[in-house]
C-alpha cells in the first residue's frame, strides 16, 4: 500500500499530512502537546487539505487547548503520600522499609504500601512498582485476548508489556505480536480493552484505514469513548498518546 507524508505549515499551525490508499481524510488532533495529523486519500491536493484544515480551525484550538490545561504529573520521587494510580484509581504511597522480599500491597481502595529493602533509592522503589504493574497486567490481558481472539477469528504468536514513550501500544504483523504499554495497568480496564481489541484487529487490517474502523465499529463500538477516556485524565512526564 502506497505511503507518503510530509509536513505543511496551516496558519502557523504545523500539520503532518500522511497520504495513503483510504477514501476519506481523516484528521486528528493528539495529546500532550495538540499535534496535528491528517491522513488523506493519494488524489487529495495539499490545496484542499489546507482548507479542510482551515475549516477546522476551531476545534483544533479547542482541542489543544484542552491538552494544554490538562494536569501532569511531576516526577515521581517515590515518597510517602505520593499518588499512583491502578486501574484509574488514585492511591496515596505508604512507603514501608524492612527486610524481606520488596513487594506491592493494596489494604485498601485509597492506599498503595510499597514495601522495601531500608536504604532503597527512588529509582529502585519506582522499579518495584513498575514489576507489580507489569505483574497485574500479566493477570489481566490473557482473558481479554482469550475474549477477542475468539471474536475475530484470529491468534497472536506472542504478546509482550514494555514501557513507551509514544505509543499505548503496538503491533508486528509479521510476527503477529503485540506490544501493550506498561502504563496501561494505570487506566480503566475498559482502556486496556480497547488496546488489546485495537492491536487484533491490525492483525486483520494493517493501516488505520476504512475497513479498520469498520472492523472496530462491528465489534466495539464504543471503542472513540475508550480512546477518548485513555487520553483523559493526568499525564505522565512522559506522554503517551492513541
Known amino acids: 500500500m502506497s505511503t507518503e507524508s510530509h509536513d505543511l505549515t496551516i496558519n502557523g499551525l504545523p500539520v503532518s499530512i500522511v497520504r495513503k490508499d483510504i477514501k476519506n481524510l481523516l484528521l486528528g488532533v493528539y495529546p500532550p502537546h495538540g499535534r496535528v495529523r491528517v491522513a488523506v486519500p493519494l488524489a487529495v491536493t495539499d490545496e484542499a487539505v489546507r482548507l479542510a484544515v482551515v475549516g477546522?480551525?476551531?476545534?483544533?484550538?479547542?482541542?489543544?487547548?484542552?491538552?494544554?490545561?490538562?494536569?501532569?504529573?511531576?516526577?515521581?520521587?517515590?515518597?510517602?503520600?505520593?499518588?499512583?494510580?491502578?486501574l484509574a484509581i488514585r492511591y496515596r504511597l505508604r512507603v514501608i522499609q524492612q527486610s524481606g522480599a520488596p513487594r506491592v500491597v493494596l489494604p485498601n481502595r485509597s492506599t498503595m504500601e510499597l514495601y522495601v529493602q531500608p536504604g532503597t533509592t527512588a529509582e529502585q522503589r519506582e522499579r518495584v512498582l513498575h514489576w507489580w504493574y507489569r505483574q497485574q497486567l500479566k493477570e489481566l490481558i490473557p482473558p481479554l485476548l482469550e475474549k477477542w481472539q475468539s471474536a475475530l477469528g484470529i491468534q497472536v504468536a506472542d504478546w509482550r508489556i514494555k514501557k513507551m514513550k509514544t505509543k499505548w501500544g503496538t503491533c508486528s504483523v509479521g510476527a503477529r505480536r503485540i506490544w501493550l504499554n506498561l502504563e496501561l495497568a494505570k487506566k480503566p480496564v475498559q482502556c486496556l480493552e480497547y488496546i488489546v481489541v485495537h492491536?487484533?484487529?491490525?492483525?486483520?487490517?494493517?493501516?488505520?484505514?476504512?475497513?479498520?474502523?469498520?472492523?472496530?465499529?462491528?465489534?466495539?463500538?464504543?471503542?472513540?469513548?475508550h480512546r477518548q477516556k485513555l487520553n483523559a485524565g493526568p499525564l505522565a512526564q512522559e506522554a503517551w498518546d492513541y
Not at 56 to 73: C, H, M, S, T, V
Not at 200 to 220: A, G, P, Q, W
Open 199 to 225: 492491536e487484533l484487529v491490525h492483525l486483520i487490517e494493517r493501516h488505520h484505514n476504512d475497513r479498520f474502523i469498520s472492523i472496530m465499529d462491528k465489534h466495539l463500538p464504543q471503542w472513540r469513548l
Open 56 to 86: 477546522k480551525l476551531g476545534w483544533i484550538k479547542r482541542q489543544r487547548a484542552r491538552f494544554k490545561a490538562q494536569p501532569r504529573q511531576s516526577a515521581r520521587e517515590m515518597v510517602r503520600g505520593e499518588s499512583h494510580y491502578f
